[in-house]
C-alpha cells in the first residue's frame, strides 16, 4: 500500500521560510517522479515544484521560482520542499504526490497516481 505523508506545514511570516516533508511508502522511491502542488480556498490545484526519480532534474512554478527548492533523499525515501522569502500568497494546503515516469514533461501536473493528506502552510503578512 503506498503512503504519502506530509509534515512540517504550519504558520509562517512573510519572508520567511519553512520547509516541507513527505515521507514515501510502498513504492520504488527511486523510480517515481516526486511533486508538490498546492490548493488555495477558491482556487484551482497548481503543481509548485517537481523532481525527477534520479534526483539531478527538478521543476518550478514560476510563482515560486527561485524562493521554493525540491530535493530528495533516497536513503530515507523522503522528498522536501524547502521555501523561503515567503509571501502570503503561498497560502495554501500543500500536497505531495508520485507519478510513475511517462512522457509528460517534468512541468506537468498530469498523471500523478498517489497523492498525501496535504499539510496546510499559511503566512502572514
Known amino acids: 500500500q503506498v503512503q504519502l505523508v506530509e509534515s512540517g506545514g504550519g504558520l509562517g511570516q512573510a519572508g520567511g521560510s519553512l520547509r516541507l516533508s513527505c515521507a514515501a511508502s510502498?513504492?520504488?522511491?527511486?523510480?517515481?517522479?516526486m511533486g508538490w502542488f498546492r490548493q488555495a480556498p477558491g482556487k484551482e490545484r497548481e503543481l509548485v515544484a517537481a523532481?525527477?526519480?534520479?534526483?539531478?532534474?527538478?521543476a518550478y512554478a514560476d510563482s515560486v521560482k527561485g524562493r521554493f527548492t525540491v530535493s530528495r533523499d533516497k536513503a530515507k525515501n523522503t522528498v522536501y520542499l524547502q521555501m523561503s522569502s515567503l509571501k502570503p500568497e503561498d497560502t495554501a494546503v500543500y500536497y505531495c504526490?508520485?507519478?510513475?515516469?511517462?512522457?509528460?514533461?517534468?512541468?506537468?501536473?498530469?498523471?500523478?497516481?498517489?497523492w498525501g493528506q496535504g499539510t496546510q502552510v499559511s503566512v502572514s503578512s
Open positions: 523532481i525527477a526519480g534520479s534526483g539531478d532534474i527538478t
Open positions: 510502498g513504492l520504488a522511491f527511486d523510480t517515481y517522479t
Open positions: 504526490a508520485a507519478r510513475y515516469p511517462s512522457g509528460s514533461p517534468l512541468t506537468s501536473g498530469l498523471g500523478y497516481h498517489y
